[in-house]
């Protein structure tokens, strides 16, 4: 090569014997050169060819991968956010959108985006922000919010620190609407209550049987199984 690589030998036929002068040295040197320019522009296609081809072979892996987690995000009912430090603009997956009802062309504002928040919340979103802020400290919090909509709703809001340098330079995080599962825990907390109380109603109806009257159970042949202790002061069974 130009560079003075040997990548191989290049042979030239003759259709009769003859000798080598200076003149056919000459040509043969042209013809070499000729050769090498030739390879190396097909070197250059071959490698601009493959730069090109991993490059679609990059986007096309970004695009899975991004379809992927889209779905995994779909399938858990979860959005992901982004607040940018460096420009203080927050973004929103589809899915937060979803969650927020808000418009599709709708932008999120770091300066207002805490008003989807009931007041009483309020106090517990910026604390948690300002630790996550300032300290890098996670947070995972549940609260209630007012879609764009008007619609109340029960959310669990996640979010990280992402450093550089030792800085930190965005905050990421995790958006779920969690009311049915709220609601589900809530309904559960009332059944395992309602048995509670029954369970308390029949140990009263127990001792109200107990000191009043005289209880036994027998089996289908007859045999006493079961008697009540008023039923043994009052017969003297044993």
């Not at 679609?56 to 992901?80: P, Q, R, Y």
């Not at 607040?83 to 929103?92: E, G, N, P």
């Not at 919090?141 to 669990?156: A, D, L, M």
Request: aromatic share 10%; net charge negative.
């Amino acid at each position: 090569t130009k560079s003075g690589y040997a990548i191989g030998t290049l042979a030239i036929g003759f259709d009769e014997v003859q000798d080598i002068t200076e003149f056919n040295t000459a040509q043969l040197i042209d013809i070499s050169f000729i050769v090498m320019d030739e390879i190396d522009l097909y070197g250059r296609h071959l490698i601009n060819q493959q730069s090109k081809e991993n490059l679609v072979t990059s986007d096309t892996e970004l695009e899975t991968n991004k379809e992927f987690l889209t779905s995994i995000a779909e399938i858990a009912d979860i959005g992901g956010w982004e607040l940018d430090l460096r420009t203080m603009a927050i973004k929103w997956t589809e899915k937060t959108s979803e969650i927020h009802e808000v418009p599709e062309d709708y932008v999120p504002d770091f300066l207002t985006v805490i008003n989807f928040y009931v007041p009483e919340a309020h106090d517990l979103v910026r604390k948690n922000i300002r630790a996550c802020l300032y300290e890098g400290k996670p947070f995972d919090i549940e609260v209630e919010v007012i879609t764009y909509k008007g619609n109340k709703i029960w959310v669990r809001s996640v979010g990280k620190a992402v450093f550089q340098d030792g800085n930190i330079i965005k905050l990421l995080g995790a958006f779920q609407d969690v009311t049915r599962i709220r609601r589900e825990k809530e309904e559960l907390a009332e059944a395992l209550n309602s048995r509670k109380e029954a369970l308390n109603a029949l140990g009263s109806y127990q001792s109200i049987l107990d000191e009043h009257a005289i209880v036994s159970i027998t089996d289908l042949d007859g045999k006493i199984t079961f008697v009540n202790e008023n039923f043994c002061k009052i017969s003297r069974y044993t």
